[in-house]
């Protein structure tokens, strides 16, 4: 009775086509579905859906603004990849998974709203949005928390994403206890890091390219320190 999916590919390349409206029965928009439509200006999508595939919207750079539904429960990895003309995300309650790369290199994308469904995300799922100047979590996400606009996990011991366009002095609270991977990766306009007496350990890449990271003191309780965390500080 009507279509239920959006098979992959199915409009993938479609350079021309700048609207679309995906109908209320659609359940799932799969693998690369309108991947590569340059010129897709708007879409709508259907309260029913509850899948957006791995690739689905990736490199649909005039798609400046979409509404996720409440449906929706998972976002697959790339989904929205190079959306490059995005600026701000809701991710409603009702999505309980992100994959990886989610977001990449959505470059105009100031603010991620992270509803209180969300259990897992996948690797680097905002990296490369080099205009993000906050994430804003749900108080009743039981998986992530904000601080001053910086994403940790719930038990805030883990800082996990600092976005990229934050500038100048960054305290992280005292009980982390880890500066996750790629976690200020690129984060070209902070200048001064004061970390917590608590952190055991900086993870893979935590501080790669912090080109402006003039001062930072090392806790002596730091045992662990992952490859390249601090490479291309200039």
Do not use: Q
């Amino acid at each position: 009775e009507g279509v239920r999916d959006i098979r992959d590919h199915a409009f993938a390349g479609c350079s021309s086509l700048e609207y679309v409206i995906v109908p209320d029965m659609v359940h799932t928009i799969e693998r690369m579905a309108f991947a590569r439509c340059f010129s897709l200006k708007g879409i709508h999508l259907g309260r029913n859906l509850r899948t957006i595939g791995g690739d689905a919207f990736d490199s649909c750079s005039e798609l400046a603004s979409i509404t996720l539904p409440e449906s929706l429960m998972n976002i697959g990895g790339n989904a929205f990849k190079d959306c490059s003309s995005l600026r701000m995300v809701v991710i409603p309650d009702s999505v309980v998974g992100m994959g990886d790369e989610a977001f990449f290199r959505c470059t105009n994308l100031k603010g991620i709203v992270i509803g209180r469904g969300l259990t897992h995300m996948g690797k680097l799922p905002f990296k490369g949005c080099t205009s993000l100047e906050l994430f804003d979590v749900s108080e009743d996400n039981k998986s992530f928390a904000t601080v001053d606009g910086i994403l940790y996990d719930k038990g805030m011991e883990t800082l996990l994403d600092c976005p990229s366009a934050m500038k100048g002095e960054v305290i992280v609270p005292d009980g982390v206890c880890v500066i996750g991977d790629h976690a200020f990766s690129y984060c070209s306009g902070i200048t001064s890091l004061i970390l917590p007496e608590s952190l055991e350990s900086i993870e893979d890449f935590a501080f790669h390219g912090c080109e402006s990271l003039s001062e930072l003191v090392i806790p002596e309780g730091v045992d662990s320190i992952g490859n390249m965390a601090f490479s291309l500080c200039s």
